[in-house]
């Protein structure tokens, strides 16, 4: 027989502490926001909707072992807190605060003696890996021709659009579409003339499935983004006036029931997701604005962020490069095809000079890994079809002659991991 032997401490009562791989690891996640901890227990700490507070035990032997982990690593969002009921924690009373925020964080605490109290063995953090694939292909759907459509165009890894689909669902407009479950989409919401909360899911081969019943407030002209890798938000619009509510999307593309807004009320905004893991919301009509909104990897929309760059409304957006955005085109009282690269952190750029037509309602969306594209819209000529390549730079390139319905009014989204 071979192998390695643990040491195990023993106790000044003359049992044996646990090594840290005999600790006896509790199964069921803790996702409360309170927690009782046992000597020589191991404990998954889930805080994703909320802080814990973990009570230590009030009597303790050295060599006395506990050990914690980050669990979903949202640490970062809402820290855990050591109570340390009445023994000393690293020398100092209970009267003093233990937390611990990092996201993806382990803590491993043995305890010493009356003096010190409980030590931290270990408080590191491990990378977040692995890390999803990116999305490779991308859809093209709805809109308006002059009338509602349905008709869909889906995009190859290598951005090449494809000739119609007929559509799917019902006919719309202006609706908000993002991905999802690390390799479908979701278009929800817009306008058939009137408002609808319906949704069209999109699987892994491009297929968009037939009407879903709608959760949340009917309106139009709002915007969505993928955040927290897997999930997506839909954010702000109009109803019988703009609004910011917003309604987020799980991993199976199920639309949960409205959160209340926070920020400027607006519409014909545009949103994309950026380092990672987050979203953006930005520009838009309550009067036409810049200001923008950041997305947690929660899901959690913050205040207003004051605006960078020219004040317009029927802009589009999409991320690039793995981690960053670009929002493009749309109206200041006549139509531009500026530019404004978002970086990994969240921070609009200044205009950038436009390349290609002016226009404004275009979709826009990720392919290829690390690479954008606006495609569609409306200019001073009508409606098209052209498209517009983004590399993994950010570097807008020059008109490509359309393929497919020329319409405004589309969204885009992002699918398929493969390529």
């Known amino acids: 027989m071979s192998g390695t032997i643990a040491s195990n401490v023993a106790r000044t009562s003359g049992t044996i502490a646990a090594t840290p791989g005999g600790l006896d690891w509790d199964t069921a996640v803790v996702t409360g926001s309170s927690l009782t901890a046992e000597a020589g227990n191991g404990y998954f700490i889930n805080t994703t909707s909320n802080t814990c507070t973990v009570t230590l035990p009030s009597s303790a032997e050295a060599g006395d072992q506990i050990v914690f982990v980050d669990y979903a690593r949202t640490w970062a969002s809402y820290e855990l807190i050591l109570d340390s009921n009445g023994l000393n924690f690293q020398g100092n009373a209970d009267t003093y ?18 003096t010190n109290g409980w030590l931290p063995v270990s408080d590191d953090a491990v990378a977040d890996v692995p890390e999803a694939p990116q999305t490779q292909k991308a859809i093209f759907a709805y809109g308006d021709t ?6 869909s165009n889906l995009v190859n890894s290598s951005g090449v659009v494809a000739s119609d689909v007929s559509g799917v669902g019902t006919a719309r407009r202006r609706m908000g579409a993002a991905s999802y479950g690390t390799d479908k989409a979701i278009f929800a919401y817009g306008t058939t003339g009137s408002n609808v909360s319906m949704s069209n899911l999109v699987n892994n081969s491009g297929v968009i499935a037939s009407d879903v019943s709608g959760v949340g407030t009917a309106r139009r002209q709002l915007a969505a983004t993928a955040y927290g890798s897997d999930k997506a938000i839909f954010g702000y619009g109009h109803t019988s006036g703009r609004v910011s509510l917003s309604n987020l999307v799980n991993n199976s593309g199920v639309i949960a029931s409205d959160t209340t807004g926070v920020g400027t009320v607006r519409r014909n905004l545009a949103a994309a997701g950026y ?4 979203g953006i919301f930005g520009y838009g009509d309550s009067s036409i604005l810049s200001m923008t909104n950041l997305v947690s990897n929660l899901g959690v929309i913050g205040s207003d962020v004051s605006g960078v760059g020219s004040a317009r409304e029927t802009i589009s957006a999409a991320s690039y490069s793995t981690d960053k955005a670009i929002f493009g085109y749309g109206d ?11 970086s990994s952190s969240g921070v609009v750029a200044t205009d950038t000079s436009g390349v290609g037509t002016d226009s404004g309602d275009r979709g826009a969306t990720n392919y290829g890994g690390d690479k954008a594209m606006f495609g569609f819209g409306v200019g001073t000529s009508g409606r098209h079809s052209q498209t517009n390549l983004v590399n993994s730079s950010g570097v807008v390139a020059s008109d490509v002659t359309g393929v497919g319905t020329a319409r405004n009014g589309l969204r885009a989204a992002g699918y398929s991991i493969t390529a």
């Open 275 to 278: 380092g990672g893991d987050k």
């Open 146 to 151: 002059g009338s509602v459509t349905a008709v």
């Open 332 to 342: 200041s009282g006549s139509y531009v095809s500026m530019t404004n690269l978002v």
């Open 97 to 114: 605060t233990v937390d611990y925020d990092t996201a993806g964080q382990s803590l491993n605490i043995v305890y010493s003696d009356s």
